[in-house]
């Protein structure tokens, strides 16, 4: 190989590495979290459902991973969302009940009263996601 093909060739390289290096970087997968209160197991078809048809989402399932065996004790949402967020279950991050808006949500200045939230040393799924560079 002659010099200036060895010199060209070394050149190209140069041009070319920070591509090869971005896109290495960038190999964390997407992460889509779609979450449906008062959705059960037999609602969606990619489940098994023979009554509910839900194309869309089972194209996503396709494509993705499923969880299958998440389960909050909670009937209500702010104890599946806490525990989303959190990874554990409502006896170790106390919100076992929802958490209740005003009772006047359209009464100026007022705060309303926060009645229960994830103690600040949880870990929650945002900050992990974050960690991980997300």
């Not at 041009?15 to 290096?21: G, L």
């Not at 989402?57 to 525990?83: H, Q």
Request: proline share 7%; glycine share 6%.
């Amino acid at each position: 190989m002659s010099r200036w093909n060895s010199v060209l060739l070394l050149l190209i390289a140069a041009v070319y590495a920070p591509t090869v290096v971005r896109a290495a970087e960038s190999s964390r997968p997407n992460i889509v979290l779609i979450l449906i209160d008062d959705l059960g197991w037999p609602h969606l078809s990619c489940y098994g459902s023979e009554y509910y048809e839900s194309p869309a989402i089972d194209a996503v399932a396709l494509e993705g991973c499923r969880f299958t065996d998440f389960y909050a004790a909670g009937a209500v949402c702010s104890p599946t969302r806490a525990s989303i967020q959190s990874g554990q279950y409502q006896v170790r991050h106390g919100i076992t009940d929802f958490i209740p808006g005003h009772p006047h949500p359209f009464a100026k200045l007022t705060v309303p009263k926060v009645s229960g939230e994830l103690p600040l040393e949880v870990e929650t799924l945002a900050e992990a996601l974050k960690r991980q560079g997300y």
